[in-house]
């Protein structure tokens, strides 16, 4: 998959670049998010051309001030601009000025304007891409500049009457703030921010223009069609077949956290926490003080795409090499269908909690993680419904397992159900040599994990717990570069007096207890450690956490 930096500020509109990468085989990253770096300047002129030009070398200044080169790698940068036809008689109205123009706007001022002007209420709104091309591949193509330019457009209409419009929680760009809201592309009677996804991709001005990055990309081998299951190999019969991954669904404190992190700690299960990975796509989309709340993105997620958090969960089984895996806490049968169809190699063993709610609620009340009331434990269930749980139990064949007792009871029922699972591949994971590359993440993750559960830590301290645990030197200011590049399934963010503080989450645990035991990794510091020599030596011995269960 190819990587492109995208220039921008914007949340949303990094978002939907992100969202459009994923379906064009491209993995798109923040420009502030790579590099922890500024934006560019972009100056207030109604030439598009001399704008986007002028744009362009701002970015490409701010890109050579952290690269020193131009070859690193591309680049791009959007501008959207509007047309409406009945203001625009000498130029475009409100033209690339857009963003500034709506400001203050509404649909019975704009509707004046266009009647004063004829009533023609026709309008384009247009995309333009400004796409850096580094310089090995400039001399290469034969190109004279560093730079291509590709544009999308869409024709339409404006409503002429305002329509109310929820805001759409897995697909912010599909606003109703932004021009999107009034536009009504050629072929549809509802505004764009309207139409499901599968519609709106049709007519998305910037899905345009960014398909043709796509295609050019994919005409110099450097970008192929994204989708495709992970892994996919024919089957030799020399090779024994991974073990299954075993999914352990079922209502809140049923009990799946505790089974799961049983895995892991007798078995060298690595856990993988499906709410860790909705928070991921639900911070990267809303941020980590967003007015939406996690339940409600979740259940947005489950109805239009329940694909997000399968997609992530695969990719990382495949990139690290997984063997034994438990997923927990899947609240829909799409989500078990898109894992088996990205893990064709992989058998998936579905397991089932059940314990009767009364029973739910007293583990609830007895962990006291947060303010719980009989109400509140009800409407989760419902919600948890809602989001297709019941349908894991009743349609999807899963083998279903009380737990009605005590932990130990329920540990002695899975054993002995499954004692063929358990007895399969009995060796560990080990870390491969891209894991290793990746220091920094695994140092943070060991740190954490050594510091013990219960405290959050901002950079700066965990700067000092990875010198303090482990005897390695990092930059608090790299350690801030990691967590500003993008939101990881591995740690749990809060804001506290408005600084940002982190401690692993259930997925990050495990995370570092497999670092911990693999014998084959090592950390390579700066300096050799002068101070808590024992925490030291306990660098692979395995650590016991305090079990916390989803997050929503």
């Known amino acids: 998959m190819t990587d492109i930096v995208f220039f921008s500020t914007n949340r949303t509109k990094l978002a939907h670049f992100k969202y459009m990468g994923q379906r064009l085989g491209i993995r798109v990253t923040g420009f502030r998010e790579k590099y922890f770096y500024g934006s560019y300047h972009e100056p207030r002129i109604d030439d598009r051309e001399t704008l986007l030009r002028e744009s362009y070398e701002s970015a490409l200044e701010q890109w050579r001030r952290r690269t020193a080169t131009d070859d690193l790698g591309f680049f791009i940068l959007e501008d959207t601009s509007v047309c409406i036809d009945a203001l625009s008689v000498e130029s475009e109205v409100p033209g690339v000025h857009v963003k500034y123009w709506m400001k203050g706007k509404t649909l019975p001022k704009l509707n004046r304007l266009i009647n004063r002007a004829g009533g023609i209420r026709t309008a384009t709104v247009r995309s333009d891409i400004v796409l850096h091309i580094p310089d090995k591949f400039r001399k290469a193509l034969c190109l004279g500049d560093k730079l291509l330019w590709f544009f999308g457009e869409t024709k339409g209409a404006i409503l002429e009457r305002e329509r109310v419009l929820q805001q759409n929680l897995l697909y912010p760009w599909l606003d109703n703030k932004t021009f999107n809201k009034w536009f009504v592309p050629e072929g549809f009677s509802e505004p764009i921010s309207a139409l499901s996804i599968a519609h709106a991709d049709t007519v998305d001005f910037r899905f345009r223009a960014f398909e043709q990055v796509a295609a050019f990309l994919k005409k110099i081998g450097l970008a192929e069609p994204a989708g495709a299951p992970f892994g996919y190999q024919l089957s030799i019969p020399s090779i024994p077949k991974p073990p299954p991954v075993i999914v352990i669904c079922g209502y809140s404190c049923a009990g799946k956290t505790l089974l799961s992190q049983w895995l892991r700690d007798e078995h060298g299960y690595m856990h993988f926490e499906a709410s860790d990975f909705m928070y991921q796509e639900y911070w990267r989309r809303h941020g980590i003080t967003g007015d939406v709340k996690i339940g409600d993105f979740a259940i947005s997620a489950l109805s239009q795409d329940p694909t997000i958090v399968p997609a992530s969960i695969a990719a990382h089984i495949e990139a690290k090499g997984h063997l034994r895996v438990v997923v927990s806490g899947f609240r829909s049968p799409?989500?078990?269908?898109?894992?088996?169809?990205?893990?064709?190699?992989?058998?998936?063993?579905?397991?089932?909690?059940?314990?009767?709610?009364?029973?739910?609620?007293?583990?609830?009340?007895?962990?006291?993680?947060?303010?719980?009331?009989?109400?509140?434990?009800?409407?989760?269930?419902?919600?948890?419904?809602?989001?297709?749980?019941?349908?894991?139990?009743?349609?999807?064949?899963?083998?279903?397992?009380?737990?009605?007792?005590?932990?130990?009871?329920?540990?002695?029922?899975?054993?002995?159900?499954?004692?063929?699972?358990?007895?399969?591949?009995?060796?560990?994971?080990?870390?491969?040599?891209?894991?290793?590359?990746?220091?920094?993440?695994?140092?943070?993750?060991?740190?954490?994990?050594?510091?013990?559960?219960?405290?959050?830590?901002?950079?700066?301290?965990?700067?000092?717990?990875?010198?303090?645990?482990?005897?390695?030197?990092?930059?608090?200011?790299?350690?801030?570069?990691?967590?500003?590049?993008?939101?990881?399934?591995?740690?749990?963010?809060?804001?506290?007096?408005?600084?940002?503080?982190?401690?692993?989450?259930?997925?990050?645990?495990?995370?570092?207890?497999?670092?911990?035991?693999?014998?084959?990794?090592?950390?390579?510091?700066?300096?050799?450690?002068?101070?808590?020599?024992?925490?030291?030596?306990?660098?692979?011995?395995?650590?016991?956490?305090?079990?916390?269960?989803?997050?929503?």
């Open 334 to 552: 799409d989500e078990i269908d898109h894992l088996e169809r990205l893990l064709p190699n992989r058998e998936i063993k579905l397991v089932f909690l059940e314990a009767q709610q009364s029973i739910r609620f007293s583990r609830a009340v007895s962990r006291g993680r947060e303010q719980v009331t009989i109400d509140g434990f009800r409407e989760r269930d419902a919600k948890e419904e809602v989001m297709g749980l019941e349908k894991i139990r009743t349609t999807r064949g899963a083998a279903v397992v009380e737990n009605l007792e005590t932990v130990e009871s329920l540990y002695e029922k899975f054993r002995a159900r499954f004692a063929e699972l358990l007895a399969e591949c009995s060796h560990q994971d080990e870390v491969s040599g891209h894991e290793q590359a990746r220091e920094l993440e695994n140092v943070i993750l060991l740190a954490l994990h050594q510091a013990g559960p219960r405290s959050s830590y901002t950079t700066t301290e965990i700067a000092r717990l990875v010198t303090e645990q482990l005897g390695i030197k990092k930059s608090k200011n790299n350690i801030s570069r990691y967590f500003y590049q993008d939101f990881h399934p591995y740690f749990e963010v809060t804001v506290e007096a408005g600084r940002n503080k982190y401690r692993l989450s259930n997925t990050g645990h495990s995370a570092a207890i497999r670092l911990r035991r693999a014998a084959n990794f090592q950390t390579y510091g700066r300096q050799p450690p002068k101070k808590n020599s024992a925490a030291s030596a306990d660098l692979f011995g395995v650590g016991v956490d305090v079990e916390r269960g989803p997050r929503y």
